[in-house]
T-cell receptor, first 117, second 112 residues
Framework: GAVVSQHPSWVICKSGTSVKIECRSL??????MFWYRQFPKQSLMLMAT?????????EQGVEKDKFLINHASLTLSTLTVTSAHPEDSSFYIC?????????????FGPGTRLTVL | KQEVTQIPAALSVPEGENLVLNCSFT??????LQWFRQDPGKGLTSLLL?????REQTSGRLNASLDKSSGRSTLYIAASQPGDSATYLC???????????FGAGTRLTVKP
């Protein structure tokens, strides 16, 4: 089955630093990837849709200059949280679509826990 | 804007009991509805997907139903086991699978 990985699985950083999270499709090429954020005991909120070779589409209220998304290849999308602050601490989950599957099913990664001190 | 609500927020049952988790959504014009399982600190595992034209889907001990007109879906778990303990999320897509909206989940604990 389609497998999506994320790296790192958890990260702790100081306030003001930038953190990069990678999302990889391991056994398929993903033209579209999605980034979600989940606060404790809350639902997943879509942050942005990432299309290979083009700019990401951000959801309303998500700062594109703060959450930089790069989908430079068909198997890798990165989310960089710039100048991170404690309120950015959250669980970040990516997902990817496999266009070869003939469906628009999203396959989810295991998530990255970000803690900003 | 589609809003998804899940009730109850938490549920604790003894092993072997049958249980029902509820999901409601505000816009009945949906594309599909999915139920996911999320273990603590982990990603999502898709359990069942119901297309807009379907009324229910079954997989093993799980059965999900969909009533678009009333904006509701239920996930029925038969003969619950401790291994079923997890958070169950309901997600509704309105136009396509690019716009999934998630509920806050129901945290299920099955006690041995």
């Amino acid at each position: 089955g389609a497998v999506v990985s994320q790296h790192p699985s958890w990260v702790i950083c100081k306030s003001g630093t930038s953190v990069k999270i990678e999302c990889r499709s391991l056994d398929f090429q993903a033209t579209t990837m999605f980034w979600y954020r989940q606060f404790p005991k809350q639902s997943l909120m879509l942050m942005a849709t990432s299309n290979e070779g083009s700019k990401a589409t951000y959801e309303q209220g998500v700062e594109k200059d703060k959450f930089l998304i790069n989908h430079a290849s068909l198997t890798l999308s990165t989310l960089t949280v710039t100048s991170a602050h404690p309120e950015d601490s959250s669980f970040y989950i990516c997902s990817a679509r496999d266009p070869a599957s003939g469906t628009d099913t999203q396959y989810f990664g295991p998530g990255t826990r970000l803690t900003v001190l | 804007k589609q809003e998804v609500t899940q009730i109850p927020a938490a549920l604790s049952v003894p092993e072997g009991e049958n249980l029902v988790l509820n999901c409601s959504f505000t816009d009945s014009a949906i594309y599909n509805l999915q139920w996911f399982r999320q273990d603590p600190g982990k990603g999502l595992t898709s359990l069942l997907l119901i297309q807009s034209s379907q009324r229910e889907q079954t997989s093993g001990r799980l059965n999900a139903s969909l009533d678009k007109s009333s904006g509701r879906s239920t996930l029925y778990i038969a003969a619950s086991q401790p291994g079923d303990s997890a958070t169950y999320l309901c997600a509704v897509s309105t136009y396509n699978n690019n716009d999934m909206r998630f509920g806050a989940g129901t945290r299920l604990t099955v006690k041995p």
